[in-house]
């Protein structure tokens, strides 16, 4: 009886067990359908999407077209960027194992997959997403896609399209027409779009005499053009060359002796073509170096059809080329090197540069290379950095050579003894004995800091920021011409500080604005600071070392610099509208700096003299048309004599106040009365130096060929 009334729960409860299952049943059901529905939805699309994609016949590639670059006005073509030099060649006519090296550097398994590589957008992915290199995962199929057919704009949209034509074309197109057309449209560099251009650039030789080693190295330039470039980072050419043969060893490509055979050839030098003779070239190149920092991609800058519009004035441009030519050295000029850059104050707009001779011999940038001492073109920052710390131009300071200070013996220029002498004095005269005593009183650091805010980079040669000491206000850092230029331009702009730029603006081929310049500005000084600065310059033309300036016709402040051993000579100066910043400097053959002694016919090369005179005649011919401007009149309290100098201290080495003369020493006890040291306002009061005015201090007229025996200028000095 118990079982047959049990028999019947057990039933219903199976039932029950059965119904609480099937919901189960239905969710996982209407999941696998939805997953179904889902996939053959995309499937259908991409089907349609890969219908609707055509592919362009090599006829329909577009050409290659020419990235213009302007002058200021935004209408004279200055020069262009990239003239393309593909040549197509047969894939036969390309040896085996360049092909292979080829595919060893781009596309391992080029042959195996089916246009896109999941694999390889996979790794991409994954290293992106942890950190590691920066990865496309594109295959060659989609690179020829892209560079062939599509924009060079980083969107998914434009990788969904490329993808797509990537598909397309392997199944309307063999993949050794692929490597084809992919070979003869990469850019390799220099110019040289496909591996044919690539072979003659780098080689010399046509594509079908290259060597597996030759090969190679054209295959590890492709992901880097100009990064990977020999003369741009051979070490880093070296280190991608031994990974694509190394991986044609994992490939079976290569067997590991002829790996072990295999040696780093010998490249080319490049050489410059004549479109970019004279200042061109580094007037383009320092164009081109902007737009890569901008990220504009390399492809779109050699071919994308853009019009940029330069900061170059055209006018002055020409002043810079013909001042060094008119007025600069003309004999003893082996291994010299002269550069000069000029800067809108204000806005940071480079307006014209002479990086050298001939761009075509020699492309190093003087105008832009840090390799020249800058010498008491530092003093400067210093003569700021008391200001702040409220020490006037009247102050009084050891004009005397040698001197001490803390440990460190300096000279001035000839060993010359000035005796007291006024803030104001030792700025016109260019004193190192004062300036270095002014830096021990108000902190090198300070000085220092007043140099990174008008502009001079951190990472300056020889400014050890962590390392500090008293020579720093010497010049001992080796800034550029154009670091130089744009941190005298603060002093001008009354202490706004602007970076540099030598782009105005970038327009697409469609008229499109792609970029425009915005003066990025930052409030280094206080104005009072910077037109007291600029007074103290303004009278080292007038009354000091940088009088052949005078000559200009119009308010000029500046400054000399000549360094250790007459190894460079500068001299930075400014008006209200333009800085400007010149300087010469030698070198060995093998690129060691020398003595200028001889340079013109001087025994000594100052700043005050061959600089000086190109920069006079080049502001000159910057300047024509302009308004005559003046400067801001300095704050009086930068004039005034420094309050509460004592009269007498009671011993020796007691604390005397910034900038006031030191008094005689009375002690305490004495019934002697204290005198009361007289500080004099107007400099003039102060004693004259004792010898006659140096050449240096005159007028400096250069001539093409000096005769006789030039007056040689002397100015500042330099430390024992």
């Not at 060079?152 to 949209?157: G, V």
Request: hydrophobic fraction near 40%; charge should be negative; glycine fraction near 10%.
């Amino acid at each position: 009886m118990s079982e047959s009334r049990r028999k019947p729960a057990q039933r219903g409860s199976a039932r029950r067990t059965r119904a609480a299952a099937r919901p189960e049943r239905h969710w996982v059901r209407w999941t696998v359908i939805t997953v179904l529905v889902v996939l053959a939805l995309g499937v259908a699309v991409f089907a349609f999407l890969l219908a609707r994609t055509s592919v362009p016949t090599p006829n329909e590639i577009a050409t290659s077209e020419a990235t213009i670059v302007y002058w200021s006005d935004g209408t004279t073509e200055l020069g262009r960027l990239g003239e393309s030099t593909r040549r197509s060649v047969a894939l036969d006519d390309v040896p085996l194992d360049v092909q292979q090296a080829i595919l060893s550097a781009e596309d391992r398994s080029f042959y195996e997959h089916g246009g896109v590589s999941p694999i390889g957008i996979g790794r991409a992915v994954w290293n992106n997403v942890t950190g590691g290199s920066t990865q496309g995962g594109s295959t060659i199929t989609q690179q020829y896609a892209k560079n062939a057919f599509l924009t060079q704009e980083r969107s998914w949209d434009r990788k969904v399209k490329e993808a797509l034509l990537a598909i397309k074309l392997e199944t309307v197109v063999s993949k050794d027409e692929i490597l084809e057309n992919y070979l003869n449209t990469i850019y390799f560099g220099r110019g040289a779009y496909g591996i044919e251009a690539a072979a003659i650039a780098y080689f010399g030789v046509p594509a079908s005499e290259l060597t597996l080693d030759q090969g190679a190295v054209l295959a590890a330039i492709i992901k880097s053009p100009s990064g990977l470039a020999p003369e741009e980072d051979l070490p880093a050419l070296e280190g991608r060359w031994e990974y694509v043969l190394d991986g044609m060893v994992e490939q079976g490509w290569l067997t590991p002796k002829q790996r072990r055979a295999a040696e780093f050839p010998k490249i080319k030098k490049i050489k410059a073509k004549n479109r970019l003779g004279g200042q061109t070239g580094f007037l383009l190149t320092m164009v081109e170096q902007q737009l890569s920092d901008l990220g504009f991609d390399e492809t779109e800058i050699q071919r994308g059809g853009l019009r940029i519009t330069s900061t170059f004035d055209r006018k002055a441009q020409r002043a810079a080329t013909a001042a060094v030519k008119k007025v600069g050295p003309s004999s003893g000029t082996d291994g010299l090197r002269i550069g000069l850059a000029s800067v809108r104050p204000g806005t940071g707009e480079v307006v014209a540069i002479y990086g050298g001779a001939d761009f075509i011999d020699d492309q190093i940038n003087n105008a832009t290379r840090q390799f020249a001492q800058a010498g008491s073109t530092f003093k400067p920052f210093a003569l700021a950095a008391a200001t702040e710390q409220e020490v006037p131009m009247s102050s009084v300071w050891n004009g005397d050579s040698p001197s001490t200070v803390d440990g460190y013996t300096f000279s001035n220029y000839g060993d010359k003894s000035y005796g007291p002498v006024t803030l104001l004095q030792a700025t016109e005269n260019s004193i190192n004995s004062a300036y270095v005593e002014l830096e021990s009183q108000i902190g090198v650091e300070s000085v220092a800091d007043a140099a990174v805010r008008a502009g001079v980079p951190k990472d300056t040669p020889g400014m050890d920021l962590a390392d500090l000491n008293l020579t720093f206000v010497l010049g001992t850092a080796s800034p550029s011409g154009l670091d130089m230029a744009n941190a005298y331009a603060t002093f001008a702009a009354r202490g706004q500080m602007a970076g540099t730029s030598v782009v105005l603006r970038v327009v697409g081929p469609n008229d499109g604005l792609l970029y425009e310049y915005q003066p990025r500005t930052s409030s280094a000084f206080d104005s009072d600071v910077a037109d007291t600065v600029t007074y103290g310059l303004n009278r080292v033309v007038t009354n000091g070392t940088g009088s052949t300036a005078l000559a200009l016709g119009r308010p000029a402040a500046a400054k000399t610099g000549t360094t250790d051993d007459n190894k460079s000579a500068w001299f930075v100066g400014y008006t209200p509208q333009l800085s400007t910043a010149v300087l010469m400097a030698k070198e060995d053959a093998a690129g060691l700096p020398v003595s200028l002694s001889g340079t013109g016919g001087l025994s000594t090369v100052t700043g005050g003299s061959y600089p000086a005179a190109i920069w006079t005649a080049y502001m000159t011919a910057a300047l024509e048309g302009l308004p005559v401007e003046d400067f801001p009149e300095p704050p009086a309290a930068a004039l005034a004599p420094p309050e509460d100098c004592p009269g007498s201290i009671a011993n020796e080495g007691d604390p005397v106040p910034v900038g006031c003369p030191t008094p005689q020493v009375i002690p305490e006890f004495s019934n002697e009365p204290s005198p009361v040291a007289t500080l004099p306002v107007d400099p003039s009061a102060l004693p004259e130096p004792t010898e006659s005015q140096s050449p240096d201090d005159a007028l400096f007229t250069p001539t093409p060929e000096p005769t006789g025996n030039p007056v040689e200028p002397t100015e500042e000095a330099r430390p024992e």
